[in-house]
């Protein structure tokens, strides 16, 4: 196998340790799929997994890829892989300890990969898997959203809050959240009424909401719990151990990781592929200019307002 490149890193720290590299990518093994990457986006998740924050979970091999967002090409399968074939455009997730996505060509479990809807560009197609199936997990399968339900989403114009709350509408919910003032009218364009800020006052609010969805992981649990109907579901993305404690004791509070499910990825594509989740793209990049972009996307959380997307060509 050729060398490609790709940003990768030796150690767990800052943006200091990125380095842009040639690296050799191993041939698929069973179940898996190789694809040249056309677009890939960033997530807050590549450099908290690259900070070391989750060590626990993604171990201490060295060199690691960054990334897990991608669409491309499959140029080669491993056995028992019969869903995608050679030359399929795709897009889906690295696995969370595999990673690898900001590079020219990335290895990805088949059922983490999905084709693309023929009308999504490969930048709009890279935007999806991570922040799309998170949502979709939370909304559809979580929290059991029906038609009338309403949903409070908690940080509603990020990336999980943005496809968040184009699902739950598409599913005939009515969706109330948060957001900065000054963005507050491209909540209302969405859809989304209540609009509050961060630092709302949840007594206005309160008893008003079947699903309450806090995606920034900084909604204080007593101010949730204001705000939800009797039986309603509180839905937290941003784990730590004392959630993990909070969520394994019965009550309402849940803590989700999105995983890996063929059928929930396909679900999120072709919603995006008909226009029902729409994701906007702040900037792009090409590879080798990336650290630079995602320094600034990490440090200064700019670009604001979309993905920041990595193109190979």
Request: proline content about 6%; hydrophobic content about 45%; charged content about 20%.
């Amino acid at each position: 196998m050729t060398t490609v490149k790709r940003i990768q890193y030796h150690q767990y720290g800052g943006p200091e340790v990125m380095r842009f590299e040639d690296f050799r990518p191993i041939r698929p093994g069973p179940g898996e799929v190789m694809v040249r990457v056309k677009a890939a986006a960033a997530n807050p998740m590549d450099w908290k997994i690259r900070n070391g924050e989750l060590k626990i979970m993604t171990g201490r091999r060295f060199p690691r890829g960054l990334g897990h967002d991608f669409a491309g090409v499959v140029t080669a399968v491993g056995d028992g892989v019969t869903r995608l074939g050679v030359g399929d455009d795709v897009l889906g997730g690295a696995s969370m300890k595999a990673a690898g996505a900001f590079a020219e060509m990335v290895v990805a479990q088949e059922k983490a990969v999905v084709t693309k809807p023929a009308n999504l560009s490969w930048e709009q197609a890279a935007a999806i898997p991570v922040v799309g199936l998170t949502a979709f997990q939370a909304i559809v399968n979580t929290s059991k959203l029906q038609a009338g339900h309403a949903v409070f989403i908690h940080g509603c114009l990020g990336g999980v809050g943005r496809s968040a709350a184009q699902l739950a509408l598409a599913r005939g919910a009515t969706v109330g959240g948060s957001c900065s003032a000054t963005a507050a009218h491209e909540a209302h364009d969405l859809g989304i009424t209540p609009i509050v800020e961060f630092d709302f006052d949840a007594t206005k609010l309160a008893g008003r909401f079947d699903v309450v969805f806090d995606t920034a992981g900084t909604l204080p649990i007593k101010t949730a719990q204001a705000l939800l109907k009797p039986g309603g579901r509180i839905i937290d993305i941003n784990p730590t151990p004392a959630k993990f404690v909070r969520s394994a004791l019965p009550g309402p509070y849940r803590v989700l990781i999105g995983k890996a499910a063929t059928a929930d990825l396909d679900a999120v594509a072709q919603a995006a592929g008909k226009g029902i989740l729409r994701l906007p793209v702040a900037r792009t990049v090409p590879l080798g200019q990336a650290i630079a972009a995602l320094t600034e996307l990490e440090r200064n959380r700019t670009p604001k307002g979309g993905k920041l997307i990595i193109t190979t060509e």
